[in-house]
């Protein structure tokens, strides 16, 4: 077990013990309390239409969890506070955002994208002049867009051909399909999983960008099903649906090097180096086309513009240190670059060091990494960082993942020590092996 995975599940266990102090009832009604009062502040202080609507919306619905928490019996209380918060965070605000065509700017510019790709074979304009002209993405999220430029903007097709349709499409049926490959099982926890995830998904930070623009969410779902695809040793399977990451947003390649060394610290060199070929094969056939039609123009849209290198300043400008440090000059671009490069080196080398060995370790690897990369960036901004929450709390909510507390205890004569089993498939097992010849199902180990 990695240290990272340590100190997190050591968190966890620790606010899990102050749970059961204070209550579980109490903890929900303050945490929905919290979200309403959250989301109660964008449409007081936000200048953007679509976080005004939804800050209203949402706010409604987790006050509305809160209450059903606070009021309704505990079997019932938890289902209908989720359904609360997730049709006011949620289904509401995007029906309502979507109808009227508001959204933020990155929806128009991957519908736009959908158009260049059919017209002229490339999403990527030749001659950008402001900012809604760039196109910061790779070829694949031109796919998300298709839908609006082949059924147009009339009638249901306003519905059904928005950007943020089929984003949060992918997202949730990889969500989906990634609980079902770790658990795979009709159980109460399989039950209890499926409603953690929804906490998830109704919370503030995944409701707000699913309704406003949505365009990093199918990237976060992809990177969540192929580290589960790779922990259950499926190096082709997890090579395909990297493949659909990495052709989206170059920020999804760190995945393929975390997913790589999974495979092969718990399947072995050889399934590693089939899921980097099928990953590097599948993202260059998305691409490399792009990129022989229009290298120049793909230079500055994917590359200069969101370093903050294009005539055109990237919107992205949150207060974070890389931002600072470039604001400084080309000394501090070039720090804040050399601070990127270095961090990224400290995590592929932890990865050779201290590979991951289940899923939980690999989300928490991949997260340290994008953190790093979204802080040191020379552009960037706070929502970025929804990526690494996600994947740190969305494969601990899917198995169930803690940390098991060292107990010591007098040894018995002729008694077995006790086994310790994992909390789901593909968690970690710290050192646990499987014996060779075991019965299956019986999950012994040594």
Not at 161 to 185: E, H, I, K, Q, S
Request: with cysteine; hydrophobic share 50%; charged share 15%.
């Amino acid at each position: 077990m990695t240290a990272l995975t340590a100190l997190t599940a050591a968190m966890v266990s620790s606010a899990g013990e102050a749970v059961r102090r204070i209550g579980h009832r109490r903890i929900r009604v303050a945490g929905w309390l919290l979200a309403a009062l959250w989301a109660a502040v964008f449409p007081v202080v936000s200048v953007l239409g679509p976080h005004r609507v939804w800050g209203t919306c949402a706010a409604i619905g987790y006050a509305g969890a809160a209450l059903a928490s606070c009021l309704l019996p505990r079997p019932r209380a938890r289902s209908w506070a989720v359904g609360c918060a997730l049709a006011g965070a949620v289904v509401l605000p995007l029906l309502l955002l979507v109808a009227t065509g508001s959204g933020q700017s990155e929806v128009t510019v991957v519908e736009r994208s959908a158009e260049l790709m059919l017209t002229r074979a490339t999403p990527y304009p030749a001659d950008p002049r402001v900012v809604t002209d760039y196109n910061p993405y790779l070829p694949g999220m031109a796919l998300l867009g298709l839908p609006r430029a082949l059924w147009g903007d009339g009638g249901i097709a306003r519905v059904l051909g928005d950007a943020r349709v089929w984003c949060a499409g992918v997202f949730l049926l990889c969500l989906w399909a990634g609980r079902r490959v770790l658990t795979g099982r009709g159980d109460g926890h399989t039950r209890a999983s499926a409603t953690s995830v929804a906490v998830l998904i109704a919370s503030p930070v995944v409701a707000l960008p699913l309704c406003v623009s949505g365009i990093d969410l199918p990237m976060t779902g992809l990177c969540c099903l192929g580290l589960a695809l790779a922990a259950r040793r499926r190096p082709v399977a997890a090579g395909l649906v990297l493949a659909a990451a990495c052709s989206l947003k170059w920020t999804a390649w760190p995945a393929c090097a975390v997913a790589v060394a999974l495979l092969a610290a718990t399947a072995g060199a050889r399934p590693a180096r089939r899921c980097a070929a099928v990953t590097v094969a599948g993202t260059l056939t998305a691409v490399l086309p792009a990129a022989l039609l229009s290298p120049g123009p793909m230079v500055r849209h994917v590359l200069a513009f969101p370093t903050g290198r294009a005539p055109v300043a990237t919107p992205a400008a949150s207060p974070l240190p890389g931002r600072l440090l470039a604001d400084l000059g080309p000394a501090g671009w070039y720090t804040a670059v050399g601070l990127l490069l270095c961090a990224g080196t400290a995590v592929a080398a932890s990865l050779v060091l201290r590979p991951p060995t289940g899923v939980v370790a690999a989300a928490d690897r991949l997260a340290l990494g994008l953190c790093a990369a979204f802080l040191l960036a020379p552009a960037g901004r706070f929502g970025y960082l929804a990526l690494p929450l996600v994947l740190v709390v969305w494969p601990r909510a899917v198995t169930g993942y803690r940390r098991p507390h060292a107990v010591s205890r007098p040894a018995v004569p002729g008694r077995r020590p006790p086994v310790r089993r994992s909390a789901g498939y593909g968690a970690d097992t710290a050192g646990a092996r499987e014996v060779p010849g075991a019965r299956a199902g019986r999950g012994c180990r040594t």
